[in-house]
C-alpha cells in the first residue's frame, strides 16, 4: 500500500512541491513567485490537505528515484505510466504567452493524466467504490478535454 501512495503522491506536481526533499531546495532557491499578486488565486493555500491515509510513512522523503528503489507491480506501473509525459506537456503548456490559452492547454494534459491513473484503477482495482469513481473521472475528463479542444480551435484560436 505505501507503494501506491508514493506513486500517487510523486506523480502530483504540488505534492512534490510541498515534499521534504525540495523543502531544503526550496531554502537554498529563491521563489520564481516572490512578488508576485497570487491573491487572484482565492486565498494562500494552494493545495489540498490529504488525508493521513493519503501519505506514505516516509512522508514523500525523497524524489521519484527513491520511491523507484521498491519493485513495482503492474498495477502501480500502469497507475504511474503516461505521467510523466503529460507532466512534462502541462508544465510546457504553462509557459504559453497567453494566460487563458495557457490555463486550457495545460488542463488538457492534466485531464488525461487523471484518465491514465483512472484506467489503471479500471484494470487492476477490486474496490467496486473506487472503479465507478475512476469511470466517473473517465467520463467528466473526456468530456472536459472535448470542450477545451473545442474552445482553443474556435474562441482560443483568436486570443
Not at 520564481?32 to 491515509?53: F, K, W
Not at 490555463?103 to 479500471?122: D, R, S
Amino acid at each position: 500500500m505505501n507503494i501506491l501512495k508514493n506513486a500517487l503522491l510523486a506523480t502530483t506536481f504540488i505534492a512534490a512541491l510541498s515534499a521534504p526533499s525540495f523543502a531544503q531546495e526550496a531554502q537554498q532557491t529563491p521563489d520564481p513567485m516572490a512578488g508576485h499578486d497570487m491573491s487572484a488565486m482565492g486565498g494562500s493555500e494552494t493545495s489540498v490537505e490529504l488525508p493521513e491515509i493519503c501519505r506514505s510513512a516516509e512522508g514523500m522523503a525523497g524524489d521519484m528515484a527513491m520511491s523507484m528503489d521498491h519493485e513495482m507491480d503492474q498495477a502501480h506501473m500502469d497507475l504511474m505510466a503516461g505521467m510523466d509525459e503529460t507532466n512534462k506537456q502541462m508544465m510546457d503548456a504553462m509557459m504559453i504567452e497567453d494566460i487563458d490559452v495557457a490555463f486550457v492547454c495545460a488542463m488538457i494534459p492534466h485531464h488525461q493524466g487523471a484518465i491514465n491513473m483512472a484506467k489503471a484503477e479500471l484494470a487492476h482495482g477490486d474496490n467496486q467504490w473506487a472503479k465507478d469513481m475512476a469511470q466517473k473521472v473517465i467520463d467528466a475528463q473526456e468530456q472536459e478535454i472535448a470542450d477545451m479542444i473545442a474552445w482553443l480551435e474556435g474562441e482560443g484560436a483568436n486570443e
